[in-house]
Nanobody, 122 residues
Framework: QVQLVESGGGSVQAAGSLRLSCAAS????????MGWFRQVPGKEREGVAA?????TTRYADSVEGRFTISQANAKNTLQMNSLKPEDTAMYYC??????????????????WGQGTQVTVSS
């Protein structure tokens, strides 16, 4: 059973930075990739950033150039800079099979973390 535990959410003013971390346990590391999704109440969950085992990354257009995803063994990190109020959401760490991972599609996720709230004030 894979478990994903996020940390690092919180409140920040616009233009500020936050770093989210995700620790995976029960994770064999074979065939699974990790990434981040976010959701605002009343809206669908959307992909934010994904990383493959070879280090290839993909970002949602809305965060490109501001967010950076990285991976070290079973720990994944999302560095968020130049935050905007529209980045406010519940952020979820996710793991899924790597084949279609760069699509940033929630349907490709096999495991979800419990979520961590990010609030950006103007």
């Amino acid at each position: 059973q894979v478990q994903l535990v996020e940390s690092g959410g919180g409140s920040v003013q616009a233009a500020g930075s936050l770093r989210l971390s995700c620790a995976a346990s029960g994770y064999t590391g074979r065939g699974y990739c990790m990434g981040w999704f976010r959701q605002v109440p009343g809206k669908e969950r959307e992909g934010v950033a994904a990383i493959l085992r070879d280090g290839t990354t993909r970002y949602a257009d809305s965060v490109e150039g501001r967010f950076t995803i990285s991976q070290a063994n079973a720990k994944n990190t999302l560095q968020m800079n130049s935050l905007k109020p529209e980045d406010t959401a519940m952020y979820y760490c996710a793991a899924g099979r790597c084949q279609w991972w760069l699509l940033l599609a929630p349907s490709e996720v096999n495991y979800w973390g419990q979520g961590t709230q990010v609030t950006v004030s103007s």
